[in-house]
């Protein structure tokens, strides 16, 4: 197992692809710096520049797609799947294998993401105050975001287990993590117009436990004191972290299951 996910990782971090989107987040960090460098009016900062980062949270979902496609890279539909399993390979191992391979590599990626910017960040810019309130904003909107994200790879690896075709995974994918309270909201507006008084009240009270919704809201953890220029830590809500992880297992495992009792009956060509 452990050669497997090896052999998954070193297959992933060896394709140009994975390089050319961290060369993109790179260069959008890039253009950050440059932005909080060049600001005169002495607003911006190291604990500013940190409380930043939990207003693009969005963009793991996005990540955790990408990397899914990289590692998958549609095998059941080339074939290569087929190689795998007559290998000697079990089904749960190339399923787990590919699965944790997607997690570690996303994982890595995040790190050195958050190196990249928070590392110049911290020299480039004044870091006389706010620091540690600012950190640990961050740190709880990451610890939030985490079950999101990994929710997410495990949902579109499933997908991608469940059917050949790729833009069903990538729409169905975006749908749900993506665009799921905007599809809840326009649901709502419609049903409003008839006699679905208690559906739109069902309907609005589950968009909390969405994982946009829940995205949307991890931005609001850390606030910032415009006067004193320095995040004030608001009272972090143990209730928003807890729905956070509720939610990220229920996107792992019942997808999970569901894939993988459904690739066990499937016959690979």
Partial sequence: MFNYLSAEVYKVVRRPALWGWLAAIFAGEVLLLYIACSDQSGLMNFAQGVIFVPRLLMIGFLAAFLICDLVYSNQAKTGTL???????????????????????????????????????????????????????????????????????????????????????????????????????????????????????????????????SLCQVLHLIPTFNWEGKYPELVSISVDIIQRCWIVGAFWVFVPTFLSLSNFYRKEIH
């Fill in 82 to 212: 087929k190689n795998e399993v007559a290998f000697g390979l079990t089904r749960l191992q190339i399923y787990l294998g590919k699965l944790c391979s997607m997690w570690v590599v996303s994982l890595a990626a995040v790190v050195v993401v958050l190196a990249l910017y928070l590392i110049p960040c911290y020299l480039l810019l004044d870091h006389s105050a706010g620091v540690i309130e600012a950190m640990w904003g961050l740190g709880a909107s990451l610890l939030a975001a985490l079950p999101l994200w990994l929710g997410a790879q495990a949902t579109c690896c499933a997908l991608c287990f469940a059917t050949r075709s790729e833009g069903l995974v990538w729409t169905l994918s975006i749908g749900i993590f993506l665009g799921g309270s905007t599809i809840v909201s326009i649901a709502v507006t419609l049903l409003g117009l008839g006699p679905f008084g208690p559906l739109c009240e069902f309907l609005v009270h589950m968009s909390n436990w969405l994982p946009d």
